[in-house]
Each structure stands twice: as structure tokens, then as C-alpha cells.
């Protein structure tokens, strides 16, 4: 539902029984005298596009037919038999199918599915669309199972090569998408209905974030005795109104804001990060066609000066709308259907100087714009993270919600942010009151899930998930405490939370977003050590309990030696095998986690050979060792080498009847590696 359709749909509802006092501008006992023709007054409100209206004397009309219905439906009526009751079930089937489309047209899809179900049993041709309408009744009223049925034979059976082949695969997929959501056991996402004085009468809708307060607009009753005011002017149009939210709760009653020089409808607010410049949408209908335009004023004190037109923005016959300020302050986003864009409704944003004024219109490219509409744009800077609405790309209902990355000027293939954020119906405009941080810790969108007319009010929050594990030495398998945890954002590479291990060695972190992230684990002499997680994975759990972590412990000094294990050498060669580089990679991966630590690679012989032989043989071995942690990119200031021949066995090389013990020998041909340093 865009900003046009709003005060129309709510005026066509709430004004219900003064719309039926007067018909076409003739006195009411005038009207008196043919109002029993339900048919033909409520063809006359149906062209005139007042569908409420229109539903109540389709209503009425059916109320008198009651007896075509009862003797020939469901039933084929012989039409050369009977053409007099052939003519009057066509008048009942056109009825039929006049109020289920009437019914649609103001978005009341439960009333519009139960007509649909009767018109599709027609199988007329006077109603080719009748499948397809059902089926979007069935599937705006969550029955995607059903509505996928709907389509897929309206898609065999409609030949018409129009517009709707293509919103028929588009609606096929919105059911398949719709099934797979469903399905889902769990969600992070929890969505409720705002109550106060938030969703007070007509549509309330896009919310902004104002520092304290959580601003909206809202076509609420402005008089005391709705529906006209004493000097004819409809009191149901949109004006923007503010509520005191503190800790995620209203604190106040909605209070209207007071802007001077008020002609117009307003609405869609953004405010500049000193609070001192708002941005507005106001709109006219002209000729019956509706123009809407951005708007600008400044605050003093706690007055608005007059909205003045946003210069070199409007284009005669063209919309622009729906204004959002980035977190940054720096760039103006907006939706229009200036020439130009991809389709409709596209998102555009233009720099703002140090005045406030936009410079040249940017349209955000294919990436983000489809041949459909994308509307109500909430860029937060700081994470790099567009929200938008729109309707032309694959969903649960009309228009859904979705999610980009990046820069404005190269942002990703925009992602769903499926149920229950989204629902069958229209989900439009988002803002968060953590904007830099978490965007979902506390934000707010507009629904008309819950309505069969307007758009509402309604908070998100995304449940915390929880990351956790336990450290250990790896030596004696004891847990470690007060280990350094660091959470790191992969996305970023910045932290994004800090933790130390309990005396069991256990830590935690909660998420309020998922995504990818590192966790590193640092405590002095100890190598630190990292590892990948996705909490997207979490799902059904909420929780991740990480596989044990171990730690190495070490002491610093050349007399204090780690060895490492498998690296071979062929006889008299200090050349590396192919199997030693695969050890030495895993000491890469270790200097690379430790950038502080300077170690010295040592090499040892067994005890054949002279001592001379022996300590120049180590000596190249133990420097083969560090040339190839060189090639790997460790820095050569962090390695030294050393060559120890054959000085210092560590194990017997003869056996106790005085044989040759190779194991031994063995054993002694060892490396090793000592740390000198930490910085």
C-alpha cells in the first residue's frame, strides 16, 4: 500500500455513512427514490473507485437475489432451456464477482476471498481474472499452500499474453518463498503491535526515530465530532505526530506536530542529526491524480518555521516522497517515479550540502531498483546497511522488507528479511533507535497485517543469541580462567564484545545480530589462538556451545624449547620433505595469531658423525626452516636460527645390551622452535 493509497482507502471506510447520505450531489429524498436499484447505485460508486461503498450495495443487491442463488447456484443452468433464469444468474455471477473485487480494492481480502471462491466456480469467461484475484486473496490471508494452487492454474489456463503472465510467475514464486518461511521451526525476530495512543484511529505509519521520541504519521480524526468539520474540511487527513518512547515503551500520549502554513496533507518525516532540519512529504490531488513532493523547514526553540518546496528535487507531473536522512547526516534518500529510474517507484538519494539542500538526484541502480515499486529507503552509515520496501522482487505478500550492504553507490543483491517482519500483506518504512550499533535491538515498521484497511504500527526486535565455550590448557587439559575472549565481527574485523573466562574456563557472548564472527582467545604465555563461527547456524537453537579450546603454554627463553614433530629430512640433506612443510604451516598459522612473538628455529642431530659435521648439518637445517617461514610472509626480524649438532640427546641412542637403538636417533634428529620475545 504506498503513501497515495493510504487517505483514500481510510476515507472510503471511516466516512462510510455519510457517503451513503448523498450520491452525485443530489438531496437525500431524491436519492431515496431509486436507492432499492442496489445494483445501480453501487455500480455508480464503483466507477466513481469507492469500493467501500460499493461492497455494501453489491451487498444488498445479493440480499434480493437470494433466490437465484438458492435455486441455481451452484448449478449449470441450461441456457436453452431457461433463458429467462440464464439472465438472471448472469446478473447474480456479475454481483458476485463486483463485490469481490470490491472488497479487494480496499485491501478487506478476507471478504474479497469468500466472493472470489464463488466467482471461480463460474468458470465464465466474462471473468478470466477471477483465479488470479483468489489466489491474492489466499495468499494475503497467509493460505499460500492454496493461493499456489490458484495460480498455477490460472497460469495453464490464461492464454493473454499481458501483464499478468509475468505477476503470476512473480506470485508463484511469493507462495513457494512464503512455504519454505513458514516452515521454519525458529526465528530470531519478534514482531508486536504498538498500543497507547500509537495505532489510534485510521492509518499510523512511518516511523522515525527522533532522538527520545518515535515520530509518525498518522490520518487520525482531528475533530471532536468526525467526520467533517464545522467548515466542510475532512478531518481524516495525515499529519505527523510524536510519542515519548523510553525503554522501548510509549511514555505519553501522541501529541500532533504544529507546522505553520498547513494546505496540504503531510507525512514521512526525517530529521537532520542535530534535530533542527526536517524533511516532509506533502501532497495534492489534481484533476484526480495525486503529486506528492519533499518539503523542508527548520525548528527555533521548540516552534517549525513554514515546510518551504525542496528546490531542484520536483518535476511537474512526477512524485518524490518518502525522505530519510543517512545515520551520517550526509545524504538525503527519497522515492520517486521521475524518468530516469527502473520501473515505478525508485529509490534515489542526493548529498546534502552544509545548508541542508540536496544536490543531483542518483538513482541506486538495477542492484536495488526493479520494474515495481521500492519505496520508504533507512540508511544507517555506520553499518553500511540499506532497508527499503518494495514490491517487485520475490516475497510473503505486496510490498516486504528487504536488506542491501555496501555503499549507497555499491550496495548487494537486496535480501528478504523474511517472517515474521514480513507478512502476507504490506510491510513498509523502518527505523531503529540503536542506528551504528544493532539495528534490530529496538526498531519499529509499519504492517497492515493486523488491519483490513490501513497501515499500523508495530515494534521488532531480534532474540539474542548466545555464543559460549570453555578454554583448557592443552597440555594438562585443566581449564584455563581469566583468558581474554574477543569477538570479532568478520564482516568488520572490528570487535564487536569482550570476555574473560570464569574459573571453570567458560565464557559467552549474547548476539542481537546474527552473522559471521571470529573468537579469539589471548592470556599471557599462552599462544593465542582463533576460530570461526556462524551463528546463522544456530538455528533451531539459540544457543552455540564451541568445541573445547585448547591452549598452549609456554615459557620464554632458548632453554625452554617447543618441538615440532615430523620434520624429516632425507640422509645428510637439509633440504625439507613435503611432508615437514606441512608441519611448518601450522607454526605459520601460530606466528600469524601471535604477531608479538620472536622465536629462533633450532635444529638437532643424533650422535654419528663428528661434532664439527653435525653442528654445521643443524645449523643449515635449522635456517631451511626459517627460509621457508619467510616465504610464507613471517617477517625475518621476528625469526632467528640456531644449529645445535648433535650436543644435546634427548633420548638413549643404544640400547642397554649395547646395540644401536634407532628410535633413539630418531628421536634426537628433532626441530624445535623457542620464543625469545613477546612485545
Request: proline residues 5%.
Amino acid at each position: 500500500m504506498t503513501l497515495f493509497m493510504l487517505n483514500g482507502l481510510i476515507m472510503r471506510k471511516l466516512c462510510i455513512l455519510l457517503c451513503t447520505s448523498v450520491l452525485l450531489g443530489l438531496p437525500y429524498l431524491v436519492r431515496a427514490q431509486f436507492v432499492t436499484d442496489y445494483k445501480r447505485t453501487a455500480d455508480i460508486y464503483y466507477s466513481k473507485q469507492d469500493y467501500y461503498t460499493a461492497a455494501q450495495y453489491y451487498s444488498k443487491a445479493l440480499e434480493n437475489k437470494k433466490d437465484i442463488a438458492k435455486n441455481f447456484f451452484p448449478y449449470q443452468i441450461d441456457e436453452t432451456r431457461h433463458p429467462s433464469k440464464s439472465a438472471r444468474m448472469h446478473e447474480y455471477e456479475e454481483l458476485v464477482f463486483r463485490l469481490a473485487e470490491s472488497y479487494r480494492q480496499y485491501n478487506d481480502f478476507g471478504s474479497a476471498e469468500k466472493w472470489y471462491a464463488q466467482a471461480v466456480s463460474f468458470n465464465s469467461p466474462e471473468f478470466p481474472l477471477a483465479k488470479y484475484w483468489y489466489g491474492v486473496c489466499l495468499r494475503a490471508n497467509g493460505k499460500f499452500a492454496e493461493a499456489l494452487t490458484q495460480f498455477q492454474q490460472f497460469k495453464a489456463a490464461y492464454a493473454t499474453q499481458d501483464e499478468y503472465q509475468a505477476a503470476t510467475d512473480k506470485e508463484i514464486a511469493n507462495c513457494q518463498f512464503a512455504v519454505s518461511e513458514m516452515q521454519k521451526t525458529m526465528t530470531p525476530f519478534t514482531v508486536v503491535k504498538l498500543g497507547g495512543t500509537f495505532n489510534e484511529g485510521g492509518a499510523n505509519y512511518a516511523p522515525v526515530w527522533w532522538t527520545s521520541q518515535l515520530s509518525f504519521t498518522s490520518s487520525r480524526s482531528t475533530a471532536v465530532a468526525a467526520p467533517k468539520t464545522a467548515g466542510g474540511k475532512d478531518p481524516y487527513i495525515n499529519h505527523l505526530y510524536t510519542t515519548p518512547v523510553s525503554n522501548g515503551s510509549t511514555s505519553g500520549t501522541a501529541q500532533r506536530v504544529d507546522l505553520p502554513g498547513q494546505s496540504m496533507e503531510e507525512g514521512v518525516s526525517a530529521l537532520s542529526q542535530d534535530g533542527l532540519t526536517m524533511y516532509l512529504t506533502e501532497w495534492t490531488a489534481k484533476d484526480g491524480k495525486k503529486q506528492a513532493d519533499l518539503y523542508k523547514c527548520t525548528r527555533n526553540g521548540t516552534a517549525w518555521s513554514e515546510p518551504a518546496k525542496l528546490t531542484g528535487l520536483d518535476i511537474p507531473g512526477y512524485s518524490t516522497m518518502q525522505p530519510a536522512i543517512s545515520t551520517d547526516g550526509q545524504t538525503l534518500l527519497f522515492a520517486s517515479d521521475r524518468p530516469g529510474g527502473s520501473g515505478k517507484f525508485d529509490i534515489w538519494y542526493a548529498t546534502l550540502d552544509a545548508n541542508g539542500n540536496p544536490g543531483t538526484p542518483v538513482n541506486m541502480g538495477p542492484t536495488v531498483n526493479t520494474a515495481g515499486d521500492e519505496e520508504a529507503p533507512y540508511y544507517d552509515a555506520g553499518l553500511h546497511v540499506l532497508i527499503f520496501s518494495t514490491n517487485g522482487r520475490v516475497g510473503l505478500g505486496n510490498f516486504d522488507l528487504f536488506e542491501s550492504t555496501g555503499d549507497l553507490a555499491n550496495l548487494s543483491t537486496p535480501v528478504n528479511l523474511g517472517a515474521p517482519v514480513n507478512s502476507p500483506k504490506d510491510d513498509m518504512y523502518f527505523t531503529s533507535t540503536t542506528p551504528g550499533k544493532k539495528l534490530f535491538k529496538e526498531a519499529y515498521i509499519s504492517s497492515d497485517r493486523a488491519s483490513s484497511c490501513c497501515l499500523e504500527l508495530f515494534k521488532v526486535t531480534r532474540r539474542g543469541k548466545r555464543i559460549g565455550g570453555d578454554v583448557v590448557d592443552c597440555d594438562t587439559h585443566q581449564p584455563i580462567s581469566g583468558v581474554k575472549i574477543t569477538l570479532i565481527d568478520a564482516k568488520t574485523n572490528k570487535p564487536a564484545g569482550f570476555a574473560n573466562t570464569d574459573a571453570g574456563g567458560g565464557y559467552g557472548f549474547e548476539l542481537d545480530d546474527p552473522g559471521n564472527y571470529k573468537i579469539k582467545a589471548e592470556k599471557d604465555n599462552y599462544f593465542n589462538k582463533s576460530f570461526d563461527v556462524h551463528s546463522e547456524d544456530m538455528v533451531p537453537t539459540d544457543t552455540l556451545n564451541n568445541p573445547e579450546l585448547c591452549l598452549k603454554h609456554y615459557d620464554i627463553g632458548e632453554d625452554h624449547p617447543i618441538v615440532l614433530p615430523n620434520i624429516l629430512y632425507d640422509f645428510n640433506k637439509a633440504s625439507l620433505r613435503p611432508e615437514s612443510k606441512i608441519v611448518l604451516d601450522t607454526l605459520v598459522a601460530l606466528l600469524d595469531e601471535n604477531p608479538g612473538l620472536t622465536i629462533q628455529m633450532g635444529s638437532h642431530t643424533d650422535g654419528v658423525g663428528s661434532v664439527k659435521y653435525n653442528l654445521n648439518l643443524s645449523e643449515l637445517r635449522a635456517k631451511s626452516c626459517v627460509d621457508y617461514l619467510i616465504s610464507k610472509g613471517i617477517d625475518p626480524a621476528r625469526l632467528k636460527w640456531k644449529g645445535f649438532g648433535k650436543c644435546c640427546p634427548i633420548a638413549p641412542e643404544k640400547l642397554p645390551n649395547g646395540k644401536d637403538n634407532p628410535d633413539g636417533r630418531q628421536t634426537n634428529r628433532r626441530t624445535e622452535f623457542a620464543v625469545l620475545r613477546k612485545n
